[in-house]
């Protein structure tokens, strides 16, 4: 109940095409999901999060959507360019103190 | 503002060998966590500190894991003794507390255990 799946495993995108990356979870008290990014050899990097009270956030080319009664949401990325090519990890959160869950990630990459 | 600073960035030992991961936080940050990222897979948090004392290590495998946080700063993690399964990218990362959702990663120590 405190896994977060994530598909697809990998992603090919042309250059300006849009990228989708779909999560869901089953533990209806997480409240907190958000999205980061992971270059080779860096740490991840928050991306964007969204709370469940939201069923979109923007931020420039990225949005994420929730539903909340799907107990799903997504990343969608807008006009796709290579230097988007990373892995992205969904992950989803509780109360303030309690751990933040990792999907298995998404490796993305945007061909010119 | 300077990031979360590990070392060493890489390291090869041998299974039963023993092996010390150093994290320091970012300046001010309260709250401070050990993940493990297989190959292929997200994160998996080991402990967190919420200064120098632990809030969950339920997940930290405790005979052969330990870590530290002296002072409520740098943070060690140690492994003794390695076994295969141990390989991976060990990730540090900080908040500024654990009502923080925002974590701040290091750029990870990846470990190669033969």
């Known amino acids: 109940q405190q896994q977060v799946k994530q598909s697809p495993q990998s992603l090919i995108v042309q250059k300006g095409g849009i990228s989708i990356i779909n999560c869901a979870y089953e533990n209806t008290a997480f409240d907190y999901f958000p999205w980061y990014q992971q270059f080779p050899g860096k740490g991840p990097a928050l991306l964007i999060a969204i709370r469940p009270d939201v069923s979109e956030k923007k931020e420039g080319r990225f949005t994420i959507s929730f539903n909340k009664s799907a107990k799903q949401f997504s990343l969608h990325i807008m006009d796709s360019q290579p230097g988007d090519s990373a892995t992205y990890f969904c992950a989803a959160s509780g109360t303030s103190y309690d751990k933040v869950i990792f999907g298995p990630g998404t490796s993305l990459s945007v061909i010119p | 503002e300077a990031g979360v600073a590990q070392s060493p960035r890489y390291k090869i030992i041998e299974k039963r060998q023993s092996v010390a991961f150093w994290c320091n936080p970012i300046s001010g940050h309260a709250t401070l966590y050990w993940y493990q990222q297989i190959l292929g897979q997200g994160p998996k948090l080991l402990i967190q500190?919420?200064?120098?004392?632990?809030?969950?290590d339920s997940q930290l495998p405790k005979d052969r894991f330990s870590a530290e946080r002296l002072k409520g700063v740098d943070s060690t993690l140690k492994i003794q003794p390695a076994k295969l399964e141990d390989s991976a990218v060990y990730l540090c990362?900080?908040?500024?507390?654990?009502?923080?959702?925002?974590?701040?990663f290091g750029p990870g120590t990846r470990l190669t255990v033969t």
């Open positions: 990362a900080s908040s500024w507390t654990s009502a923080s959702y925002e974590q701040y």
């Open positions: 500190f919420q200064n120098n004392g632990v809030v969950d």
